[in-house]
């Protein structure tokens, strides 16, 4: 029997069926229509409906007269933070790979500094930040939404530039000079709220990753202060790292 779906019957029912073939082999044929409708207690159009956008995105396969089979997507595009050798953002990164990147700007002003952001930037709690959120896509599929905050004082012109293309990072280092230098990431994982679950295209509740940076200067001071949070199914987050002693 099938664990209890939430959300919208068909984007429950896919999300748990993606979940169950991704721990499937390759050429693993899924049970028959029937049955699968009896497991998650759906209609026929409702399964179909489900197992589509599966095949939309090249995790399964249906072939006339053998049925519906586990398959892996064609490509699989990583996003890698690498602090070796440079500090690049998601677009950057991406775009390199070869993918389309899209970015659609859900927020972007300037506010009262969060209080969470206030040890993370080294600001006093009266400070303003330019608050940037965005949703960025990889192929035409939502891949994360980015939390940005950037002291106002500092980067003022970054409340009204256009971040609907390129890269925030490459923005400060062309129009302030910005010294990109270190950065200190948290990865953790977290839950997907409603709200957020709409823009990612998954169940409210799915975990998603959560990818936390703090980028500072040379001296230490902390320029940039950020928070993704990712669908795992389509994004892998690779650190790359220097070993001193050796």
Not at 15 to 31: G, K, Y
Not at 147 to 160: D, T
């Amino acid at each position: 029997m099938a664990s209890p779906v939430y959300g919208p019957k068909y984007l429950s029912v896919r999300e748990h069926l993606r979940r169950r073939v991704a721990a499937l082999p390759e050429l693993t044929l899924l049970p028959p229509e029937p049955v699968l409708c009896a497991e998650y207690g759906v209609s026929r159009i409702t399964l179909r409906r489900a197992v589509d956008g599966l095949v939309a995105d090249g995790h399964l396969v249906r072939e006339q007269g053998r049925g519906t089979y586990v398959t892996r997507p064609a490509i699989r595009h990583e996003y890698r933070e690498s602090f070796v050798h440079r500090i690049a953002g998601f677009n950057s990164v991406m775009t390199e790979q070869g993918a389309q990147v899209g970015t659609t700007v859900l927020t972007q002003r300037i506010v009262p500094v969060p209080a969470p952001v206030v040890p993370e930037l080294k600001l006093e709690p009266a400070a303003d930040v330019v608050e940037l959120v965005r949703l960025r896509s990889v192929d035409g599929t939502p891949n994360h939404v980015a939390h940005s905050f950037l002291p106002a004082e500092l980067y003022p012109r970054a409340a009204e530039a256009d971040f609907g293309e390129g890269s925030l990072y490459e923005f400060l280092r062309r129009e302030y000079s910005a010294d990109l230098a270190h950065a200190r990431i948290v990865v953790d994982v977290g839950t997907a709220a409603p709200e957020e679950a709409d823009l990612l295209n998954v169940v409210a509740g799915s975990p998603l990753l959560v990818v936390r940076t703090t980028v500072r200067d040379s001296d230490g001071r902390p320029l940039v202060h950020s928070f993704s949070r990712l669908r795992p199914d389509v994004s892998q987050v690779e650190f790359e790292v220097s070993v001193g002693g050796r």
